[in-house]
Structures are given as C-alpha cells and as structure tokens.
T-cell receptor, first 115, second 109 residues
Framework: IAGITQAPTSQILAAGRRMTLRCTQDMRHNAMYWYRQDLGLGLRLIHYSNTAGTTGKGEVPDGYSVSRANTDDFPLTLASAVPSQTSVYFC??????????????FGQGTRLTVV | TQLLEQSPQFLSIQEGENLTVYCNSSSVFSSLQWYRQEPGEGPVLLVTVVTGGEVKKLKRLTFQFGDARKDSSLHITAAQPGDTGLYLCAGDSWGKLQFGAGTQVVVTP
C-alpha cells in the first residue's frame, strides 16, 4: 500500500547521543514536513521541504536538522539529544507545498524518549 | 503563541449531545483544513474549506469558514462514541502547513 513510512516506531535514547529519524514516501509528493506532538501543544512544525533540494525552518527548529536529497526521503537528525526532545514525531507529505487545499498524509509516528 | 488557536482544549459529552469546536487566528488564510487523530495514529483529513462563509457537511459534521477567512468551526450533531478523537485545524502560512493545539473530544455512551 502506497504511503509514508517512519522508522523506528519507538526509541529510548541517552542524552547527548545522535539520532536520525527516517521518513520515506512513495507518493511522489513534493512537500514533506516534520512535526513533534506534545500533550496540550498539538502538532508543532520542526522543519519542512517544499521540493527536493530545499528545506525551511518551522516553529521549533532548534536542535534538529533535515536534508532532502531526493523526493522520497526526508530524515530528521537530532545532533545531541536532550530530555526536552522527548516527544512523538510525525512525518507528513502532500503533493505540493503552499497549496492549502491539498491533503497532507501522515506516517504512524516515532515515539522518542530521551533519558 | 500558536498561529491557530483552538477552543476548547477538552470536551467531554454524552452520546447524542451536540458540540462545537472553534479555530481562530489573526491571520487570513486561503483555506483551512480539519483533521482528526486517534490514539497511536497520524492525523487524517476530514475536510478543507476554501471560500469565506462556506459551509460543508460530512454526515453529522458541519464545518464553517468565517467570512473574513480567519476562523472556522466544527459542529457535531448527535455525537457518537466513534466521534471520540483529537480534532485539529490546520492552515498554510508561507508554505508551512501549521496546526492548532487541537481539541480532545470524548463521547461517552
């Protein structure tokens, strides 16, 4: 089934370690997004990419980096994890960025705990 | 401060009752979307409203886009336990798809 896949599904990480969350979509969508979801705060945008080769900062980009080498993959890296990065991370994609009437499709999420 | 403010944060009602969830912003949007999220899953699109003053119905759910395109509401008639979930509004801001904090709706039998 076509869609968007995240890995791992969950992870416990020691503070100070480096971690990359993977996101792959097979829908040939141009726009991809990373969000974190914390209780009471909804989905907050970390980074986004409206097309391969370009990325932009969202609401809460500090401590995270992304790359978009091709259309399908959009990895999120925590260079040196801290406990405040404990959260559920969602990757999403949609056909085009900046077109508010297109549907965004989400992965199943990665539950990350930094200890 | 989030771009999109949702209220209330939490709503608990009995089956058969009606409820309304609000999404407000100081910014004008070309359109707004509503998503529903269930535990352990990613959000799923319910509807997109595009025209100011537009009303869309999806079975027992009615969505309205404000005339000034700064706000939207979701009304559920005769709620059922299957309506339980986190309801999120979303809008585009300079190419970024941003969400409100969500309204957790719990419908008890």
């Amino acid at each position: 089934i076509a869609g968007i896949t995240q890995a791992p599904t969950s992870q416990i990480l020691a503070a100070g370690r480096r971690m990359t969350l993977r996101c792959t979509q097979d829908m040939r969508h141009n726009a991809m997004y990373w969000y974190r979801q914390d209780l009471g705060l909804g989905l907050r945008l970390i980074h986004y990419s409206n097309t391969a080769g370009t990325t932009g900062k969202g609401e809460v980009p500090d401590g995270y980096s992304v790359s978009r080498a091709n259309t399908d993959d959009f990895p999120l890296t925590l260079a040196s994890a801290v406990p405040s990065q404990t959260s559920v991370y969602f990757c999403a994609s949609r056909p085009e960025g900046g077109q508010a009437n297109t549907e965004a499709f989400f992965g199943q999420g990665t539950r990350l705990t930094v200890v | 401060t989030q771009l999109l403010e949702q209220s209330p944060q939490f709503l608990s009602i009995q089956e058969g009752e009606n409820l309304t969830v609000y999404c407000n912003s100081s910014s004008v949007f070309s359109s707004l979307q509503w998503y529903r999220q269930e535990p352990g899953e990613g959000p799923v699109l319910l509807v997109t409203v595009v025209t100011g003053g537009e009303v869309k119905k999806l079975k027992r759910l009615t969505f309205q886009f404000g005339d000034a395109r700064k706000d939207s509401s979701l009304h559920i008639t005769a709620a059922q336990p299957g309506d339980t979930g986190l309801y999120l509004c979303a809008g585009d801001s300079w190419g970024k798809l941003q969400f409100g904090a969500g309204t957790q709706v719990v419908v008890t039998p």
